[in-house]
C-alpha cells in the first residue's frame, strides 16, 4: 500500500460527459502528480502540483483541468469525454521534488 | 528536451536466467535524476531505484543492479537469476533539475519470465 488513494476505481461513462477523479497523497507528500497510462501512449505526464500550485505540465488536454486543494489532495476534471480518452490515470505524490514517486492504484476511466 | 527511450517492448526468459533492461536517456542539463519503476500485473506503480546524475556508482540490491553510464546515456537494469514474481512492466524515468516537477517516463518494457 503507497499510502496514495485514488477514487473512483473504475468508471464508465458516455461521449461527452464530464468526470472527476480524486487523489489523497500520502501524509506530508506536498507534490501530486497526475499521469494518463494508454495502450498506445504509454505513461503520459500530464500536470504537477506542490503544495497548492501548479508547478509543470505535461501534455494535458485543454478539456482537462487540474486543482490541489489547501489539504493536499488534488482533483483531475475530464470534460468532454472522447473515446480516447478511456485509460488508466495515475496520480502520485512525493515529499518534495526530484523524489520518488509513489503511485496510486489508478482509476479506470472507461468512455462509451 | 528530456527523453526517454526503452528499446525492448517486451522480453521473454525463463527462470533462473538474468536479464538486463536498457534505458537510454535525452537531456540537456547536467543536472538530474533517473528512475525505475516497475508494474506488476496488479497494475500499481512500485518505485525500485533514484540515481542522481552526479553518483555513477553502480548498486545492488539483492537480485537487482543497475548500471549507470553517462558517456553513454544509459541507465540499465538487470535481474539475476529472474523469478516468475518479476514478470511485470519497467519503466526508466528522468527528472531534469531545470524542470524537476516533471518526471517522464519511457515506454516500458514488459518482462515475460516462463517457470
Known amino acids: 500500500d503507497s499510502g496514495v488513494t485514488q477514487t473512483p476505481k473504475h468508471l464508465i461513462t458516455a461521449t461527452g460527459q464530464r468526470v472527476t477523479l480524486r487523489c489523497s497523497p500520502r501524509s506530508g507528500d506536498l507534490s501530486v502528480y497526475w499521469y494518463q497510462q494508454s495502450l498506445d501512449q504509454g505513461l503520459q505526464f500530464l500536470i504537477q502540483?506542490?503544495?497548492?500550485?501548479?508547478?509543470a505540465k505535461g501534455n494535458i488536454l485543454e478539456r482537462f483541468s487540474a486543482q490541489q486543494f489547501p489539504d493536499l489532495h488534488s482533483e483531475l476534471n475530464l470534460s468532454s469525454l472522447e473515446l480516447g480518452d478511456s485509460a488508466l490515470y495515475f496520480c502520485?505524490?512525493?515529499?518534495?521534488?526530484?523524489?520518488?514517486?509513489?503511485f496510486g492504484e489508478g482509476s479506470r476511466l472507461t468512455v462509451l | 528536451a528530456q527523453k526517454v527511450t526503452q528499446a525492448q517492448t517486451e522480453i521473454s526468459v525463463v527462470e533462473k536466467e538474468d536479464v538486463t533492461l536498457d534505458c537510454v536517456y535525452e537531456t540537456r542539463d547536467t543536472t538530474y535524476y533517473l528512475f525505475w519503476y516497475k508494474q506488476p500485473p496488479s497494475g500499481e506503480l512500485v518505485f525500485l531505484i533514484r540515481?542522481?546524475?552526479?553518483?555513477?556508482q553502480n548498486e545492488i540490491s539483492g537480485r537487482y543492479s543497475w548500471n549507470f553510464q553517462k558517456s553513454t546515456s544509459s541507465f540499465n537494469f538487470t535481474i539475476t537469476a529472474s523469478q516468475v514474481v518479476d514478470s511485470a512492466v519497467y519503466f526508466c524515468a528522468l527528472s531534469e533539475l531545470t524542470s524537476y516537477d516533471k518526471v517522464i517516463f519511457g515506454p516500458g518494457t514488459s518482462l515475460s519470465v516462463i517457470p
Open positions: 502520485a505524490s512525493s515529499k518534495g521534488l526530484a523524489g520518488e514517486l509513489f
Open positions: 502540483y506542490y503544495n497548492g500550485e501548479e508547478r
Open positions: 540515481r542522481n546524475s552526479f553518483d555513477e
